[in-house]
């Protein structure tokens, strides 16, 4: 028998609570099943864009909808240094340099796209830096091929309902681990977040699925377990694109102001649309 599943739910507090939201909380909440544990996590690193005003309202927001943590809300504003003292052991391995290099710098010489669509570093500051450029605040880089040697594989990972997933880590290049504004960033946090909340089965958005190849690297340079993953479809326009606020993704509050129950928000026909089309039928009557 397998065990329990822990899986969790973390949004971004950078606008409102939408329906694609909706359907992520719904999927991880379904994923855990009843034996399982269910957790959110608000991912509110980035305070240029996540303010105390909209993690309130996002709580809110779930606590209308019902959709409760099964333990504490984790934080991640309040636990920098946990995501420092990492930093601290991949820099002390030799596996992260500064970076001084600008944007304008790094788009004028990227040698290619990444497999999540940005672009990859072409290493300018990997050896040292050009005396001329320090002086600014570095970003802190992860020397992605000294990593892969150090793994000595580009480690893959389980999909639940496709099976085992080759990893591209080899494509992304030296990311960024520790950003110029926040000195921090979201796989670092992530993936220390989901070890440290032993979640078994990451859920989220079909948009993150390449972002697993990076963090299963820096799972396994922590040591820290390997979980499943599941991608749930996002819901999406006539055109076949994510659908954004400008199309129209209402968020839960309009739809809450107009009239509609939380459970006739729970049931929104996008939202229907998008786990019917991510669940496995055991895991979901669809009912
Ligand atoms: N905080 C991320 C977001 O809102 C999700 C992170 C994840 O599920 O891995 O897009």
Not at 62 to 90: C, F, I, M, P, T
Not at 243 to 267: I, M, P, Y
Request: glycine residues 10%; negative net charge.
């Amino acid at each position: 028998m397998t065990p329990p599943a822990t899986t969790r739910f973390a949004p971004s507090p950078t606008g409102f609570l939408h329906l694609g939201h909706v359907v992520s909380g719904l999927y991880s909440r379904i994923m855990a099943g009843e034996a399982g544990k269910f957790l959110i996590r608000i991912e509110d690193i980035d305070t240029t864009r996540c303010t105390p005003e909209l993690t309130q309202a996002l709580r809110e927001d779930l606590d209308w909808l019902g959709l409760a943590s099964d333990e504490l809300v984790r934080q991640q504003s309040k636990h920098l240094a946990e995501y420092h003292a990492v930093l601290e052991n991949l820099r002390e391995r030799g596996l992260l340099y500064p970076c001084f290099c600008t944007r304008r710098e790094i788009s004028g010489a990227a040698t290619g796209e990444a497999p999540d669509g940005s672009l990859v570093y072409p290493g300018t500051c990997r050896r040292g830096s050009p005396v001329d450029r320090q002086g600014r605040d570095p970003v802190w880089r992860l020397d992605m091929q000294r990593a892969l040697d150090v793994l000595q594989e580009v480690p893959g990972w389980h999909e639940v309902g496709h099976g085992r997933i080759v990893g591209k880590a080899d494509a992304f290049g030296d990311i960024v681990l520790a950003r110029r504004d926040t000195g921090v960033s979201y796989h670092l946090c992530v993936t220390h977040d989901d070890a440290l909340e032993g979640v078994t089965t990451v859920t989220r958005g079909r948009d993150l699925y390449e972002a697993t190849s990076v963090q299963r690297v820096l799972q396994e340079l922590m040591g820290w377990p390997e979980p499943a993953y599941a991608h749930h479809a996002l819901i999406l326009d006539g055109d076949g694109h994510k659908l954004s606020k400008r199309d129209g993704a209402e968020g839960v509050r309009v739809l809450r102001q107009k009239g509609w129950t939380a459970r006739q928000v729970l049931e929104h026909p996008l939202v229907r649309q998008a786990l019917d089309a991510s669940l496995p039928t055991e895991a979901y009557s669809g009912g």
